[in-house]
């Protein structure tokens, strides 16, 4: 099995910026996909941003010209720029990562690093 850890989250005020370290507990697992979900109280949890091991970069429009994401998918780290923080963005960010197990791509999930945006 392989844990994903994030590291990174705090409390910051709007306008702010924060970064967002995700890394895989195994160098020898290699997933197709590394990204990042969030869940803000009371909300289902929904997409943020995600880069593949090709290179591609997808960003919910929410978060688009604000947030960046980045990361060495062979490495198994992927990270996310946040400037410009508002209100809305608080929530846990969750690190995902996917990998193809036979003809279906499997989900891992870290536990999640809170995010607080507050004046």
């Known amino acids: 099995q392989v844990q994903l850890v994030e590291s990174g989250g705090g409390m910051v005020q709007p306008g702010g910026s924060l970064r967002l370290s995700c890394v895989a507990s195994?160098?020898?697992?290699?997933?197709?996909?590394m990204g990042w979900y969030r869940q803000a109280p009371g909300k289902q949890r929904e997409f943020v941003a995600h880069?593949?091991?090709?290179?591609?970069?997808i960003y919910a429009d929410s978060v688009k010209g604000r947030f960046t994401v980045s990361g060495d998918i062979a490495r198994n780290m992927v990270y996310l720029q946040m400037n410009s923080l508002k209100l809305e963005d608080t929530a846990d960010y969750y690190c995902?990562?996917?990998?193809?197990?036979?003809?279906?791509?499997?989900?891992?999930w870290g536990q999640g690093t809170q995010v607080t945006v507050s004046s």
């Open positions: 995902n990562a996917g990998r193809w197990i036979g003809k279906e791509v499997v989900d891992f």
């Open positions: 880069i593949t091991n090709g290179g591609s970069v």
């Open positions: 195994r160098s020898d697992f290699s997933f197709a996909v």
